[in-house]
């Protein structure tokens, strides 16, 4: 059934903590995660419909900008045989169309022109977003593999590679490298300004992933240039329409992300007490950002009022960090009054995890319910969690799958000897490259099956339409994916997930199931 969509609203504020988790949630690890405590405010909880506030819009100074030189970086790169990308499935509505990264560049034509900004006989200028992490080292964090210098050697590889077979109808990528730092808010329109403003571009890719709501609006509903973002957070259904086709995303959209994530603890009968079979007593930890709460009401409230269940009570955190910490007391306090025995994790991992160890501490061990809306279905998220802590995710990712001896897959494999041909790297699927090339094969992939798809007189608006026209494909990183005309964010099929205590990972469990929503 068609689940109700929700009106549009402004832009919320994310914290430095909060943004960081965009960039890992490719598969990254992180070590030694630090989380300290504040006590003292009390907080808003809801038991009943609640208000829906409007944020507010920042502005900043620009962010840093290198141009890339589509001559530069690895050469050598080996493609596999074969042409229309791998070959994936067909989804309802869609087909695999269109040559992809992995297949290589499409045939030159003559009398190319110079059909769009960014666009000229010869080139297709293209900006690639990079988060920097370095303002965080003195915070303790660190991600090796995921510097400036390595996102953008990891776009080269794959750029390059589709250069040195004649790049897309003859016209070569030129990439244009513009950094920004997660942990400030205001560089991320910066980041947009830079990119638009200062070059020619066509298109942009955020390739490092912590782009925020801001920054996607000043790309493609400021600056009509086209965006494919990995839209972690569960993007609501207003931004897709504010930015007019022109945002495309990898992970599925809040509403449909939450919605599946009902659908497929209700079919596989975790939402019921494995000993009494009766309707577990549901909790919600959601922070109150807005389009946060009312994304949740009507995709996870409604649907698992659809299927009968009940939420007991929900908690909204702050969106301040501080305060918000400083609220986990009486959220645990609360939710334990209230004989709540199963709770969804819908906060970011800081938050999250300060509830859990709280609990923990207060001999309160409910069963959790994890997905990739906050997102809590990468490792980094349950790193610091407590050998009680008991825990369901449900996922699109291919998270954890090495662990449990999974084959590599065709599509991830192929990136991989891409990328090993062109460094003399080979990584393991474990090894934070390993997540990091991946994703960045991923998105040179759908941008070159994008334009391939509009043919030789290349414009942003044929662009747009050649994304939607992609269908089902196989895509790193991820169980399912499609583009389809109305449907902008990718991914699509599901698994559930199992929290391990002896690696504080995650396992995934059984195969991927196509979603209802």
Same mark, same amino acid.
């Given at each position: 059934m068609k689940l109700p969509e929700r009106p549009a609203l402004g832009f919320?504020?994310?914290?430095?903590?909060?943004?960081?988790?965009?960039?890992?949630?490719?598969?990254?690890?992180?070590?030694?995660?630090?989380?300290p405590f504040i006590f003292g405010t009390s907080l808003t909880t809801v038991t009943t419909a609640a208000p829906n506030p409007i944020g507010g819009a920042t502005a900043g100074s620009r962010a840093s900008v290198a141009s890339g030189d589509a001559a530069a970086g690895a050469t050598g790169a080996a493609t596999p045989t074969g042409t229309g990308g791998v070959a994936g499935g067909t989804g309802e509505g869609g087909t695999t169309t269109g040559s992809g990264a992995l297949a290589g560049g499409t045939s030159a034509v003559a009398g190319l022109t110079a059909s769009d900004r960014g666009v000229t006989a010869t080139?297709?200028?293209?900006?690639? /977003? #990079?988060?920097?992490?370095?303002?965080?080292?003195? /915070?303790?964090?660190?991600?090796?593999?995921? !510097?400036?210098?390595?996102?953008?050697?990891?776009?080269?590889?794959?750029?390059? !590679?589709? !250069?040195?077979?004649?790049?897309?109808?003859?016209?070569?990528?030129?990439?244009?490298?513009?950094?920004?730092?997660?942990?400030?808010?205001?560089?991320?329109?910066a980041a947009c300004l830079a990119a638009t403003q200062d070059h020619e571009i066509f298109a942009a890719v955020d390739s490092g992933g912590g782009l925020n709501e801001q920054g996607m609006l000043c790309f493609t509903n400021q600056n009509h240039t086209p965006l494919i973002a990995l839209g972690s957070f569960g993007t609501p259904p207003s931004w897709y329409q504010q930015s007019g086709g022109y945002l495309s995303t990898i992970n599925a959209s809040g509403l449909r992300s939450l919605a599946n994530l009902a659908y497929l603890l209700d079919a596989q009968g975790l939402l019921k007490h494995p000993t009494t079979g009766q309707n577990r007593r549901i909790g919600i930890l959601v922070?109150?950002?807005p389009g946060t709460v009312q994304t949740v009401k009507d995709g996870l409230i409604a649907t698992l009022e659809q299927y009968g269940y009940e939420v007991v009570h929900r908690i909204e955190f702050s969106m301040d960090d501080g305060i918000a910490a400083s609220q986990v007391p009486v959220a645990v306090n609360e939710m334990r009054t209230r004989n709540v025995d199963a709770v969804f994790v819908l906060t970011d991992f800081i938050i999250g995890t300060q509830f859990v160890?709280?609990?923990?501490?207060?001999?309160?061990?409910?069963l959790y319910y994890a997905s990739d809306f906050g997102p809590m279905t990468n490792d980094i998220a349950v790193t610091a969690m407590p050998s009680t802590f008991q825990a369901v995710g449900v996922t699109t990712a291919r998270t954890g799958e090495w662990r449990v001896g999974m084959a590599e897959p065709a599509v991830d494999a192929a990136c991989r000897q891409i990328y090993?041909?062109?460094?003399?790297?080979?990584?393991?699927?474990?090894? !934070?490259?390993?997540?990091?090339?991946?994703?960045?094969?991923?998105?040179?992939? /759908?941008?070159?099956?994008g334009t391939t798809n509009a043919g030789p007189e290349l414009t942003r608006a044929k662009y747009v339409e050649g994304l939607q026209q992609i269908g089902s494909i196989e895509y790193p /990183?991820?169980?399912?994916?499609?583009?389809?005309?109305?449907?902008?964010?990718?991914?699509?099929?599901?698994?559930? #997930?199992?929290?391990?205590?002896?690696?504080?990972?995650w396992i995934p469990q059984g195969d991927f199931v196509d979603p209802r929503y």
């Amino acid at each position: 059934m068609k689940l109700p969509e929700r009106p549009a609203l402004g832009f919320r504020s994310r914290s430095a903590t909060y943004t960081l988790i965009i960039g890992v949630v490719t598969g990254m690890l992180v070590a030694g995660l630090a989380i300290p405590f504040i006590f003292g405010t009390s907080l808003t909880t809801v038991t009943t419909a609640a208000p829906n506030p409007i944020g507010g819009a920042t502005a900043g100074s620009r962010a840093s900008v290198a141009s890339g030189d589509a001559a530069a970086g690895a050469t050598g790169a080996a493609t596999p045989t074969g042409t229309g990308g791998v070959a994936g499935g067909t989804g309802e509505g869609g087909t695999t169309t269109g040559s992809g990264a992995l297949a290589g560049g499409t045939s030159a034509v003559a009398g190319l022109t110079a059909s769009d900004r960014g666009v000229t006989a010869t080139t297709i200028t293209i900006a690639f /977003l #990079l988060v920097d992490l370095g303002s965080l080292s003195q /915070l303790g964090f660190g991600v090796p593999g995921f !510097n400036v210098d390595d996102q953008a050697a990891y776009i080269r590889v794959f750029v390059d !590679n589709i !250069n040195a077979q004649g790049g897309v109808y003859g016209r070569q990528i030129v990439p244009v490298f513009v950094s920004y730092d997660p942990t400030n808010q205001a560089t991320s329109q910066a980041a947009c300004l830079a990119a638009t403003q200062d070059h020619e571009i066509f298109a942009a890719v955020d390739s490092g992933g912590g782009l925020n709501e801001q920054g996607m609006l000043c790309f493609t509903n400021q600056n009509h240039t086209p965006l494919i973002a990995l839209g972690s957070f569960g993007t609501p259904p207003s931004w897709y329409q504010q930015s007019g086709g022109y945002l495309s995303t990898i992970n599925a959209s809040g509403l449909r992300s939450l919605a599946n994530l009902a659908y497929l603890l209700d079919a596989q009968g975790l939402l019921k007490h494995p000993t009494t079979g009766q309707n577990r007593r549901i909790g919600i930890l959601v922070r109150d950002f807005p389009g946060t709460v009312q994304t949740v009401k009507d995709g996870l409230i409604a649907t698992l009022e659809q299927y009968g269940y009940e939420v007991v009570h929900r908690i909204e955190f702050s969106m301040d960090d501080g305060i918000a910490a400083s609220q986990v007391p009486v959220a645990v306090n609360e939710m334990r009054t209230r004989n709540v025995d199963a709770v969804f994790v819908l906060t970011d991992f800081i938050i999250g995890t300060q509830f859990v160890q709280q609990a923990d501490r207060s001999a309160y061990r409910p069963l959790y319910y994890a997905s990739d809306f906050g997102p809590m279905t990468n490792d980094i998220a349950v790193t610091a969690m407590p050998s009680t802590f008991q825990a369901v995710g449900v996922t699109t990712a291919r998270t954890g799958e090495w662990r449990v001896g999974m084959a590599e897959p065709a599509v991830d494999a192929a990136c991989r000897q891409i990328y090993a041909a062109a460094t003399g790297n080979d990584p393991q699927r474990s090894d !934070n490259t390993y997540g990091g090339m991946d994703s960045a094969c991923g998105f040179i992939d /759908l941008l070159v099956r994008g334009t391939t798809n509009a043919g030789p007189e290349l414009t942003r608006a044929k662009y747009v339409e050649g994304l939607q026209q992609i269908g089902s494909i196989e895509y790193p /990183l991820y169980g399912g994916f499609s583009y389809m005309p109305g449907k902008t964010d990718g991914a699509d099929r599901i698994r559930t #997930l199992a929290f391990d205590s002896s690696c504080s990972c995650w396992i995934p469990q059984g195969d991927f199931v196509d979603p209802r929503y």
